[in-house]
């Protein structure tokens, strides 16, 4: 198992940019894919973010030239960089591991950090 807790939350003004950190429980070593999701009021969860084990990413494309996501295995951290927020950012942002071990998947997710973009 993987306790997720995801920091850096908050309100911010549009145009402005939040860190998210992710911090697990233990190594990213079986781990083959690290997202971050978000889900507004009356919307379903969705993918903003992903990093596969070899570095390969992938965005929504809401979040394209926006939103980056990071990785320091020293740390067993993951990050999500917004810049250039708007008010549709604003959601419950979560982080999520997923191992894949045959045909199983095996989702971990954090308890969920509020990100409010607004004037």
């Known amino acids: 198992q993987v306790q997720l807790v995801e920091s850096g939350g908050g309100l911010v003004q549009p145009g402005g940019s939040l860190r998210l950190s992710c911090a697990a429980s233990r190594s990213f070593f079986s781990i083959n894919v690290l997202g971050w999701y978000r889900q507004a009021p009356g919307k379903e969860r969705e993918l903003v973010a992903a990093m596969s084990s070899g570095g390969r990413t992938n965005y929504a494309d809401s979040v394209k030239g926006r939103f980056a996501i990071s990785r320091d295995d020293a740390k067993n951290t993951v990050y999500l960089q917004m810049n250039s927020l708007k008010p549709e950012d604003t959601a419950v942002y979560y982080c999520?591991?997923?191992?894949?071990?045959?045909?199983?998947?095996?989702?971990?997710w954090g308890q969920g950090t509020q990100v409010t973009v607004s004037s």
């Open positions: 999520n591991t997923r191992e894949i071990k045959g045909s199983y998947e095996y989702d971990y």
